[in-house]
Structure formats: C-alpha cells, structure tokens
C-alpha cells in the first residue's frame, strides 16, 4: 500500500485535522483549498497549480473579486432570508452561521475586508436595516419578495376601504348634525312648514292608488290596478336577476349619500391600475388576423393584405402567413394595422386593461372610432366593455 493511499494511517489522520473549519488566512479561495499551517499554505503558494490559478487571476482581476463578492453577499442574504427573516439579529451571530459550511465564500475574497464593512454596504443599498449598539452591529433582513409584496398591498387596501367608510359614515354625521342645528334655530312656525313638506313630498302618490305596509316581514306593496301590478311584479323580478348576475351591486345600493360610493372608487382604482399595468407599447400576438401597411411591399402586392400572425419575434416583429399566397413575411408592428371582424364576431383585446382576454363584438361606434365587446373567457367572463378602442382589438383567426 502506497503511502498516502485512501485507508492508510496518514491519510485517515490528514482527514481528521482537515475536518471541520480552519484558519481563514491559510485558504486559497483561487484553487478552494484550506491548508492546516503557515508552512503548508506557503507550499501551496509555491506550487503549479496556483501559479496557474493566479495567472488567470491576473488577466482580469476586478472582475474575479466581482464575481466572489457578488456570490458572498447572494449566500448571505439566502442564509438571513431562510434563518431570520422577522428577527433582529447581530451580524456576527449571522456570519459565524454562515461560515459553519466549509466551502462558503471566504471574505478575504471579496471586496469588503472586514464584516462592518460588507454590514454598512447592507445598509446603504437597503437590503438590510442596520443599527450600530454598544453591542456591536444588528441587522434585520429587508423581505422584498413579490409575495410578501403583493400580501401588504392587499392589507394597506383594506385598511383603506374600512378607513374610507368610517370617512363616510362620519361625514353623514356631521351632515345630520348640522341639518338638525339649522332646524333648532329657525322658529317654530318655519320648521313646521319645511317639516310638513319633507312629509309632503315622501308621500307624493298617484291618487286611486292603495299603499300597503308590512313591518318585518318581505310583502311588498300591492296596487289596485292589474297593469300596474303586473308592471311592478316584472320590475321586481327583473331587478332579483340582475342582483343574481352582478351580486357587487347591492354593495352600491346599501351606500348612502350622493357622489361616487367607496365601491365604485376602489373599482375605478382597480381598473386604472389595470390599465397601467398591462397597457404596453407592443401588441402583437399569435393567432390574430393583422393588415400589412408597408407601402414598401406594395410593389410585391403585400399592401393592405390580410394574414395570420404564427409567431412574435421580440415582442415588435410578427411572422405574418398570408392569408392568399400563404408567404411568410416578417414585418414590424408599425407596418400592420388591426383588424375588426363583423359585428359577433370574436376578437382578441390586444392591449389596455383587459389584455389577452378574447371577446365577442357587440357593436362599433364609428363616430368615436371605438367598439363594444363582451368577454368570453377568463377571469372576467360576461364582462362588456363599452367602448374599447379599434386599436385594442383585433380578429382572430379562424
């Protein structure tokens, strides 16, 4: 058996002293070997291998120590995201965690010399909140993930609809408080007579016409006359299918005083967001019906022709299949123009809040250049958009 061969005595004893952590000033991050003493580490300085290493090192230099501060402070950070994610914790107690693997990224290969350094750059780029103690340096991590992102949006919503009708409800307050001022100080002759008009004017009914009441319980006026029943037992039965089909809407109803209800603002908000968040300056997509305005291909008879977009190149370029010659043609967004179908027929919303979501046409109004679709699919299915612009719908193929 040689001598430094897997089982003999040396070798298991050199496995046992290189076990676990060692000195960080004797490891070469180059060749990521850890030597045991000052004296193996200067062999090691000596050898092939790292004169290898450190010509490579020497081409580009700043772009190696780059790369090991980038990859240190990505580890760091998973390691405080997966360890202590709510907590305040010292720096200190968070590196020697993180040195407990012995093939982390050392420090003393990266750009920061010393552990306040890399904390005070934590604290300058925000992705920890950092504060200087009598104890040494805390630090806390910064959760920016979309998750947790997307979870205090809804919270700061919430607590913004419930601030928005406790506003409300206040506001209704002050307004009966200050019609009921404006009554005690008029005299009592005036607030009799603006008392019995408000009576007068609730109770202003067609003669001939019998009013029942019912207290707790759900009758609802019957009339005298059979049209007019009829008429109202429709209405009610109309209005029951409407609530069926849009149940948000008697949110609306219950609200009081004039102006937009707190409903209707968070929707008009939800639609706005929408509308920013998908409104793009691209729209082509696959499987819609587009016109090729290139006046530059007029000469091979491509202008004003229709065809099939089969793929997008970089979200601007469309492979268009003629719909005549079937050609391939690659032609950019600005060169092709939409297409509207016959009314009922489908189309594709391209861009705008609704995009992606394919519709059916109700309706175009071609004096405001805009069209009324219903949406088929989706999330959104049912939903009509009244006036949705030539530009944000297209056909689809068939």
């Known amino acids: 058996m040689g001598k430094n061969e897997f089982l003999t005595p040396k070798a298991i004893a050199n496995r046992i002293k290189a076990k676990g952590l060692q000195k960080l000033r004797w490891y070469c991050q180059m060749c990521q070997k850890q030597c045991r003493d000052e004296n193996g580490f200067k062999c090691h300085c000596m050898s092939e291998g790292h004169q290898r290493q450190m010509q490579i090192f020497g081409q580009n230099p700043a772009r190696i120590v780059e790369g090991y501060s980038e990859e240190f402070e990505r580890t760091f950070l998973e390691h405080m995201k997966r360890s202590h994610r709510f907590s305040r914790v010292a720096a200190t107690v968070v590196y020697n965690e993180y040195i407990n693997d012995r093939h982390h990224i050392h420090m003393n290969s990266t750009q920061w010399a010393t552990l306040t350094e890399f904390v005070k750059y934590l604290g300058r780029t925000g992705k920890c909140k950092v504060e200087e103690t009598p104890k040494g340096w805390f630090i806390t991590y910064i959760d920016r993930d979309s998750e947790t992102l997307f979870k205090e949006r809804m919270k700061n919503k919430r607590i913004k609809a419930d601030m928005a009708d406790e506003e409300k409800q206040e506001k209704e307050i002050r307004k009966q408080i200050e019609k009921a001022e404006q009554l005690m100080q008029l005299p009592n002759s005036e607030s009799d007579q603006l008392s019995q008009a408000e009576q007068a004017k609730e109770l ?195």
Request: aromatic residues 6%.
């Open 204 to 398: 202003n009914v067609e003669d001939g016409v019998k009013i029942g009441f019912s207290l707790g319980s759900s009758a609802r006026p019957v009339t005298k006359e059979k049209g007019e029943a009829s008429r109202v037992v429709f209405d009610e039965d109309n209005d029951e299918k409407y609530e069926e089909r849009n149940p948000g809407n008697n949110l609306k109803r219950k609200e009081s005083g004039s102006g937009k209800s707190t409903l209707d603002e968070m929707m008009m908000y939800e639609e706005k967001k929408k509308e920013k968040i998908n409104r793009k300056d691209y729209w082509l997509h696959e499987g819609i019906v587009v016109k090729i305005m290139s006046k530059v291909l007029a000469e091979k008879g491509y202008y004003k022709q229709k065809g099939i977009v089969r793929k997008v190149i970089d979200k601007y370029v469309g492979e268009i299949e003629m719909l005549e010659s079937k050609h391939v043609l690659r032609v950019d967004q600005a060169e092709l123009e939409t297409v509207i179908p016959q009314v009922g027929g489908r189309v594709k919303i391209v861009n705008g809040a609704y995009r992606g979501s394919l519709a059916r046409l109700l309706g175009v109004d071609t004096d405001n250049f805009c069209a009324k679709v219903q949406i088929e699919k989706g999330p959104y299915d049912g939903r009509v958009l009244k006036a949705v612009e030539y530009e944000d719908i297209c056909k689809v193929a068939q």
